[in-house]
Each structure stands twice: as C-alpha cells, then as structure tokens.
C-alpha cells in the first residue's frame, strides 16, 4: 500500500455528520509494495533567478518565497517575487527581440520549437519529477499525460510555423507583437506550452507567469529554452504571485494577453485591460455536466466518470464534476461507482501505483473543505471510501454527493477537488436542462450506445468540448476553450494561432 501513516484527525478533514458515509463496499483484496520513482536524477537549485534576455538573472525584488512540496510540506527551493522593475525589464526583452523573431523565417521558427519539443521528451522523467513535487500530482500523470501532451504541442505548433498562409487563405498573418500570459497551477508545463508554442509558432515573442505554488517546470523551461539555443528574450520567464501577473498583463507594450486561471481572475484582468486595444483570451473555470444515459456500458462509464473527476485530484477547469445519471440505473451505476472509489491509491504522488495525490496547496485544500461542508449543511448525502490520509502534506479523499439539489453551491460553484456531485434525470431533454443550469459552459460528457443521441446531445448542451463515451481527452490539434463564465477564445489546434496573429 503506498499509504503509510494515519492521520490523527478526522479522515475528511469535514466535521463527521449523520449524513456521511464511509464505504466499506469492497475491501482491498492487494497489497502493492511500493514502487517509487527515483529522483536522483533530479537537481532542483536551492534559489532561482529570472528568465529575462536568455539567461538567468539576478532580480531587482529583494522578495523571495518558498516553493514547497504538498505531499511533504517540505520546501523544494526559493522563487523570485518578481517586482515592477523586473516585469518591465522582461517585457523589454520580449520586445527588443520581436522583431528579428517576427521577420526570422518561418521554417527556422519552426526549427526552434521542434528543438524545444524534442528537449522536453529527452528531459521527460527529470520534468514529470518535478512537477509530482512540485504540484502534488502522481507521477503516472506527470508521466504519462503531462509531459507528452508539453512535447506534442510543441511539436504540433512546429509544424503549423512555415504554413500560416495555407492555415488562413487570402489573407496576410502577423505576428501581434509581446504576448503577456499568466498561467494556473493545475498543469503547470502543459499550461505553459499551450501558451507558448503558439505564440512563437505565429512570430510573437512572450513573458511568461507560472502559478506561485508551480513554478519550477517552468524554470527547466528556461534551461530548456537555452539548451535549444532560442534567441534571446523571445521567452521571458517571471515567477511571483498574483501581483506580479496583474504587472505583467497590464504593462503597456503588451499586446496580447492570455490567462488561465479563476473566473474572478479573469473578470478582473479584462476589467484592468479594457480600452487598452489588447488581445485578450480568457480560459476560466467550469462545472462540466457528465451525463450517462440508460443504454451506457456502466463499467466503461464509471472509468470514465473517474477519469472526468478524479484524474489530477480534480483540479482540471473542464473536470467531470457533476454526474447526471439516468434515474433508472442510478442505483447499480453508484453501486459500481463506490466500488471503484474503494480500489483507488490515495498517497505519495511520487509511487508509480498512486491513483490520487496531494491537494496543490492548503489554500485549495481549505476551499475544498469549506465547499463539502456547505453540501453536508445543505442536505447532499458524501460518500467517502474508507482511506487513510497520510500525516503530513495536504490531503482530500476521493468523495461523492447524493441527493443533491441543483441550487446547492455543490452542484453550481467549481470545487476543483476530488469531489462528485450526482443528479438524476429522466429525459434527454432534462438532461440537456440541467446540463446547461450553470454559469460556465467549457465541458461535457455524453456516455450512450446511441451515436444520433450523441449529435442531438452535443448539439443542444452549451459546452465548449463535449466528449462521447470518454472525458478529458486532450490532443493538440483539437480547439479547446468556453462559453459564458469559461472564458473565451480557443487554445489548441489551428484556431489557437488566431489569437496570436493579426490577419491583413
Ligand atoms: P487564480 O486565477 O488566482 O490564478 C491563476 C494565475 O493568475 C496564477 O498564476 C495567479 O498567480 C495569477 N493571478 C492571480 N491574480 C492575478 C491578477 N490580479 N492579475 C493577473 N494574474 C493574477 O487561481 P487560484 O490559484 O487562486 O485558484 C483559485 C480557484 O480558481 C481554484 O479553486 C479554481 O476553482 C480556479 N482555477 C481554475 C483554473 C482553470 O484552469 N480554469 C486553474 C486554476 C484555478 P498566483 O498563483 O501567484 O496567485
């Protein structure tokens, strides 16, 4: 078992109500021995500088912070807190380096991101390290998901470089000029290539802000981006807190800014930019419905059900986060459901048999905490399987609500924890209803042996994405991006170049 240590308090770290039940469906049958990556091949520096102009540099900010790691508690290395000074120092870099980056041509461009792309593969087990300590998550997803897609990106956007004309016919593509992008902390390397590899792939150059819990992928970013010998300043890397990020999207030779992160964030980034005549994309949160109709092969649903909310402790903007289910097999799909809960490995990201890892901070683990108790007071019904919570770090069990109503904060504000809110319906029609009674519109999923109840679904649910007997697939040549309070603008594919560029 990868789990070790008992936690003292409560399980939950919720107050123990009558209505919470603690599975006991299916016990354990395995034990797993542990299987921890190593991570001696890792070097994380005690203190890093800024990526500004190509090299690592010595701030102007005095102000440094900690980075620490959430399984742990224990600080990995300090980060600067980067000041007014250091912003406006960076984005003079991007600048003076746009415009022999912008008239560079195309297929040397291309040349750059295909170096990058083939340094994050040969780097991949040293990245996926880091971001597991970093950020918190098992290393099978650093592994297998987030470094790959980082790599594929780039090498998608490569290839997208010497093509602009084709991509958009009759008309004149222009690099914009210094894209500011501020990006969140839940996949910090993937976050960070879907923000970059466009931008550079269409002749912009960029200054970059990592989240203040994840910066250090982005700091082997930097080592890569001078190992691929890019010219200096067409990728500037600032780390600080949120201050710093409202520097770098609000500086006036900024013409492009790009945001991950909070609908609130989000709000406030367009009000700060508004009548500035910057380019503005906005990725903001979700509350994906995942609807399962009574013709769904149930154990083919519940895995993706599972993939939709539990994948990456929840904290994915288009996760699967509410469960409509067809009222009729609402009770053998949760029976199934809570069995599988019961298999799942909560522990050290870093073993290779890990399924839920840490919360990325006490802040998030706090908000998700303070939400699974206003379901509890609001009447939901939380099922949590029996698990043991290790002693130190921060740590939330896989759980889920029955008995929701749709007006509870539950079912409407996004958790981005480990934490399934389930509905029931009784027609498509209510489905698609309830699907779209939110305020957010990213996401969707759709599990029918049906292929027109598909299309009929698809057509009529107001999600940016909608997945048919999947989730959280991603590839880089699919446009990913929301309705409403999710944002707008798409990242991915041919349409994530058209932010970036100016079509005569
Ligand atoms: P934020 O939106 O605060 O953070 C996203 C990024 O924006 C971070 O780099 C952050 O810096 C930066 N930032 C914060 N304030 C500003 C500002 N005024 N101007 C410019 N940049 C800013 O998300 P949180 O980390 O606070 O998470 C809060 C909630 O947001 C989560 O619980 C979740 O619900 C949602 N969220 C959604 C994400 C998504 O992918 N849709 C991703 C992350 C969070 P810093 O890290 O230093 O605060």
């Known amino acids: 078992m990868a789990i070790t240590k008992?936690?003292?308090?409560?399980?939950?770290?919720?107050?123990?109500?009558?209505?919470?039940?603690?599975?006991?469906?299916?016990?354990?049958?395995?034990?797993?021995?542990p299987a921890p990556e190593s991570i001696d091949h890792v070097k994380i520096q005690p203190r890093y500088g800024l990526f500004i102009g190509g090299r690592m540099v010595e701030p102007h900010s005095k102000k440094r912070f900690p980075t620490i790691n959430p399984a742990t508690e224990s600080k990995l290395a300090e980060v600067v807190d980067a000041d007014e000074v250091d912003v406006d120092r960076a984005v003079k870099a991007a600048d003076k380096a746009f415009d022999s980056w912008a008239r560079l041509s195309p297929s040397r461009r291309a040349h750059y991101l295909f170096r990058i792309s083939r340094l994050l593969q040969e780097r991949s087990r040293e990245l996926a390290v880091v971001e597991?300590?970093?950020?918190?998550?098992?290393?099978?997803?650093?592994?297998?998901?987030?470094?790959?897609?980082?790599?594929?990106?780039?090498?998608y956007y490569a290839g997208?470089?010497?093509?602009?004309?084709?991509?958009?016919p009759n008309r004149k593509?222009?690099?914009?000029?210094?894209?500011?992008?501020?990006?969140?902390?839940?996949?910090?390397?993937?976050?960070?290539?879907?923000?970059?590899?466009?931008?550079?792939?269409?002749?912009?150059?960029v200054v970059l802000k990592p989240a203040e819990t994840t910066p250090l992928s982005a700091m082997v970013f930097a080592e890569i981006c001078m190992q691929a010998e890019l010219p200096p300043g067409v990728v500037n890397i600032v780390t600080g807190a949120g201050?710093?990020?409202?520097?770098?999207?609000?500086?006036p030779d900024v013409k492009k800014v790009a945001f991950t992160g909070s609908t609130e964030v989000g709000k406030?980034?367009?009000?700060?930019?508004?009548?500035?005549?910057?380019?503005?994309?906005?990725e903001l949160g979700g509350k994906a419905a995942n609807i399962v109709f009574d013709d769904a092969p149930l154990d083919q649903a519940v895995e993706g059900i599972v993939n939709g909310i539990y994948f990456n402790q929840g904290h994915v903007c288009c996760a699967g986060s509410r469960l409509l289910v067809q009222e009729s097999i609402a009770e053998p799909l949760l029976e199934k459901l809570?069995?599988?809960?019961?298999?799942?490995?909560?522990?050290d990201p870093l073993d290779k048999n890990t399924d839920i890892g840490a919360i990325n901070s006490r802040a998030?683990?706090?908000?998700?905490?303070?939400?699974?108790?206003?379901?509890?007071?609001?009447?939901?019904?939380?099922?949590?399987?029996e698990c043991v919570l290790p002693a130190r770090g921060f740590w939330f069990p896989p759980s889920l609500f029955t008995n929701v109503s749709q007006s509870y904060r539950i079912a409407r504000e996004e958790i981005f924890g480990p934490v399934l809110s389930v509905l029931t319906f009784r027609t498509p029609n209510e489905a698609v209803e309830k699907a779209n009674n939110t305020p957010y519109g990213l996401s969707a999923g759709v599990w029918t042996d049906k292929g027109s109840r598909i299309l009929w679904m698809a057509e009529r649910m107001r999600a940016g994405v909608v997945w048919a007997n999947t989730f959280n697939r991603f590839d880089p040549s699919s446009p990913f991006g929301g309705y409403k309070e999710s944002g707008f603008g798409r990242e991915g594919g041919v349409h994530g170049l058209l932010p970036y560029l100016q079509l005569n």
């Not at 123990?16 to 603690?22: G, Q």
């Not at 406030?268 to 994309?281: N, V």
């Not at 998030?364 to 399987?385: C, D, M, N, R, T």
Request: no cysteine.
């Open 243 to 251: 201050k710093t990020g409202s520097l770098v999207v609000s500086h």
């Open 364 to 385: 998030q683990l706090e908000k998700i905490q303070g939400l699974v108790e206003s379901g509890i007071e609001e009447g939901a019904e939380l099922y949590q399987p």
């Open 173 to 205: 593509p222009r690099p914009l000029g210094v894209a500011g992008q501020v990006i969140p902390w839940n996949f910090p390397l993937l976050m960070l290539a879907w923000k970059i590899a466009p931008a550079l792939a269409a002749g912009n150059t």
């Open 268 to 282: 406030s980034i367009q009000r700060a930019i508004a009548g500035s005549g910057k380019r503005l994309t906005l």
């Open 338 to 347: 809570k069995r599988r809960l019961s298999t799942l490995r909560l522990g």
């Open 132 to 155: 597991t300590m970093d950020g918190g998550k098992p290393i099978k997803e650093s592994r297998d998901v987030d470094i790959p897609l980082s790599a594929a990106h780039f090498f």
């Open 6 to 33: 008992k936690q003292s308090t409560d399980l939950s770290g919720v107050p123990t109500k009558s209505k919470i039940s603690r599975g006991g469906l299916a016990k354990q049958v395995f034990e797993y021995a």
């Open 160 to 168: 997208w470089a010497d093509k602009l004309e084709w991509a958009f």
